[in-house]
């Protein structure tokens, strides 16, 4: 249905007809008969594409011409008539026989714009005639015909849709309404609202969620907009509503929310209903006949607020067509509400999963710097496949791991999460890179057919300073040398994860201090305006150029490089999440590392006391001399008691003093409470009170026993 502009309404400059909070326009004044000044228009609302009007009305001037002004017919008129018993019909015979006939106006009831009087009269004084006691500038004027509410309501309508939380659809409904059919409005909600199939828990209550009236900066004179007016007796609509209303069951508010339509507020069940909902004394600032509507809000399964649509003593009141627009407004606003609580939980789930998926903060092992970042692909999809993992590894070791799941849905999340999971037990057991994508691919085979994914895993070590690479059909890391040369580190590609009855091969590489590596998914590097190998050509330029701003010797900040990694994406270049990690390798000197193997014998603990004390105070630490000679003997002695092979000891300085002590016995111990005639089992519980922190890892060939110490 195509809506054409009306003929009486002229398109002010700079103002939008169909703007659904109805502006104020001016109306054009109409032009003069021989010379003889036409009286001025009443000033009417905007109204978007209301048909061509059939005939304008005639004003006799005091010389007798005549100029047209206005229109006519027998449309019906949308507003009161002067005694407030309702709406009027004009009868198209009656008009055109007692055209220029007055009707008497009750004795001090103003005329309100709109009514019978507002129709064109002859003679001189037809403007007084018309509105009763001079037109008032600014005021809204009712709706005239039934095409004009349709409209609005059609305006209206539309600009709540266009919501999609709660409170843009519940101010759509306050912009829409005021002052086009309103001058105030107070929204009720219930509190909590229910999600979908939820059954509410506990009584019925309503929260204020928004109020909205005229505000008064429209008082100021724009082009094409005039001044709201300001009543002689101000009614109290800015002091309305309370905060918080609980309905009894039985009461009246009770029953005219279950009656669901929309009811004027002097009918005896909305009067007792209002000190209900507006709390004591709130009854009295709402105006008096039919100036109020109270509309229940009612979703998909039940009630879930009321709106009161109030209008002020200056200006006409409701008639009964006005209830059938605020039932529409009240429809399609609980409708709308409904959607966006059920969007919301939905927003929130996602972003409970996506947060629950990925590491919440990154661990900080000996040697090595992180910093990361995930950017998923769109706000309203915030849950993909793509994952990013540092898992600490026995002997100061770290496992850096990065991949991405095929599709951007929940069940891809949900997938990820599983290898993501599969990954941190199996670097538990402190795999090999390419035995962990071996199992990686088992799992994902055992998940479906159709579950493919990309991996890269690589474990640094910042004693020997190299780090071991696999790769499953990932994009190539990138490395970021000290004197700012970025190298694209070449690492076999491999068959993606899931495809089954391939072999993975990992790689040794330089891990020089000073260096950064950056791992990160195909969201980075590939969009629909660059392929892959583009992209990470960008990416290694980008980062070539960072490192030049801080010189040769410095290294970039990490996470200032992460920022200008994430700016080279352009506009279009969005289609995909985007995980990304970057790992600075600071090392350990060899300086600051102690390492002996001992005989698994009786005197092993003994040459272990020794062994530290001299490292100490090499060191200069000779402070923690005895709390390291207790523990490192109690944990030597416990690992030689079970162990075939030599155990080995090395104690490394960082900014904490860290022990290692291995073995090849693979049961870890477990701290326990001795017993008073028990002779051992008391070793542990001492690490545990004077350490730091302390754990037991599972090796390949055993595990290690560690603790920290502070140097400080």
């Known amino acids: 249905m195509t809506e054409h502009p009306t003929s009486f309404e002229r398109p002010q400059p700079g103002v939008d007809p169909t703007d659904p909070r109805g502006a104020l326009l001016r109306s054009p004044a109409p032009p003069s008969a021989q010379g003889v000044e036409a009286p001025t228009a009443l000033p009417v609302q905007a109204r978007s594409g209301d048909p061509t009007p059939d005939a304008t009305p005639v004003v ?10 206005g229109r006519t017919g027998n449309h019906k008129d949308m507003g009161m008539n002067p005694a407030g018993t309702g709406p009027e019909h004009s009868q198209p015979a009656a008009a055109e026989q007692d055209t220029h006939r007055p009707r008497p106006v009750p004795e001090g009831v103003p005329v309100q714009p709109g009514g019978e009087e507002d129709r064109p009269q002859s003679g001189v004084g037809s403007e007084e005639r018309r509105t009763g006691q001079g037109a008032v500038p600014g005021r809204p004027t009712p709706m005239r015909r039934d095409g004009d509410r349709l409209r609005f309501v059609g305006a209206a309508t539309r600009r709540i849709a266009r919501g999609i939380d709660l409170d843009e659809i519940v101010m759509g409904l306050c912009r829409a309404t005021v002052p086009t059919f309103s001058d105030a409005i107070l929204v ?90 507006l709390g004591e004394g709130g009854e009295f600032a709402v105006p008096t006949g039919r100036r109020t509507i109270l509309a229940p809000l009612r979703g998909r399964r039940r009630v879930i607020g009321a709106a009161l649509f109030l209008r002020r003593p200056d200006r006409i009141p409701f008639d009964p067509d006005d209830l059938l627009v605020a039932a ?32 919440e903060t990154l661990p900080r092992p000996t040697g090595v710097r992180l910093a990361s970042r995930y950017l998923p692909a769109a706000e309203t999809a915030r849950v993909g496949g793509d994952w990013y993992d540092a898992i600490p590894l026995p002997g100061s070791r770290v496992a850096l791991v990065v991949g991405d799941v095929m599709g951007h849905s929940m069940t891809s999340a949900a997938i990820m999460g599983q290898l993501r999971t599969t990954a941190q037990t199996l670097a538990g057991l402190d795999l090999p890179p390419q035995e962990v994508l071996h199992h990686l691919d088992e799992q994902a085979q055992r998940l479906g057919t159709d579950r493919m994914a990309t991996c890269l895993y690589a474990v640094y070590d ?46 040794e590489l330089d891990a020089p201090a000073g260096a950064t590596l950056l791992l990160y998914t195909d969201g980075l590097v590939e969009s629909r305006l660059r392929d892959v190998w583009t992209g990470i050509e960008q990416l290694r330029e980008k980062l070539a150029a960072t490192a030049q701003l801080t010189g040769p010797d410095h290294p970039p900040p ?137 754990g037991a890892t599972r090796l390949s060939t055993g595990k290690v026993v560690w603790f920290e110490l502070n140097t400080s």
């Open 462 to 507: 910042p004693v020997s300073h190299r780090i071991t690479i696999a790769n499953a059909g990932h994009p190539p890391p990138v490395l970021l040398h000290l004197g700012g040369r970025a190298e694209v580190l070449r690492v076999p590609p491999g068959a993606p994860i899931g495809v089954g009855g391939v072999d993975f091969e990992a790689v």
């Open 60 to 69: 006799q001037s005091s010389s007798g011409t005549t100029g047209r002004t």
């Open 188 to 277: 009720y909600l219930r509190d909590p609202l229910p999600v979908g199939d939820e059954r509410p828990i506990g009584p019925l209550v309503l929260r204020l969620r928004r109020s909205d009236r005229i505000p008064q900066q429209e008082r100021d004179l724009e082009d094409g907009i005039l001044p709201v007016p300001v009543p002689e007796n101000p009614t109290e609509l800015d002091a309305l509503g309370s905060e918080l209303c609980e309905v009894q069951p039985g009461s009246a508010l009770a029953e005219v929310l279950r009656g669901v339509r929309p009811v004027f507020t002097d009918t005896p069940a909305a009067r007792g209903a209002l000190p209900e909902l």
């Open 328 to 359: 529409q407004l009240a429809t399609h606003s609980a409708l709308g509400i409904d959607k966006a609580v059920l969007y919301g939980r939905e927003a929130y789930i996602a972003d409970e999963l996506q947060r629950t998926m990925l590491p």
């Open 558 to 694: 990490l996470e200032a490089l992460c920022d200008e990694v994430l700016d080279m994406l352009g506009p279009g270049d969005r289609d995909d999440d985007i995980a990304l990690l970057a790992a600075r390798f600071d090392g350990i000197a060899p300086s600051d590392v102690a390492y002996w193997f001992l005989e698994p014998e009786d005197a092993a603990p003994g040459r272990a006391r020794r062994l530290a004390r001299r490292a100490l105070s090499r060191w200069g630490m000779e402070d923690l001399t005895d709390s390291v000679e207790l523990l490192v003997s109690e944990v030597v002695t416990n690992a030689v008691r079970y162990a075939t092979r030599p155990v080995t000891l090395r104690l490394l300085r960082t900014d904490v003093l860290r022990c290692e002590v291995g073995d090849d016995v693979p049961q870890l111990p477990r701290l326990r409470q001795a017993r008073a005639t028990d002779e051992g089992g008391r070793g542990l519980y001492l690490v545990n009170r004077l350490a730091r922190r302390w």
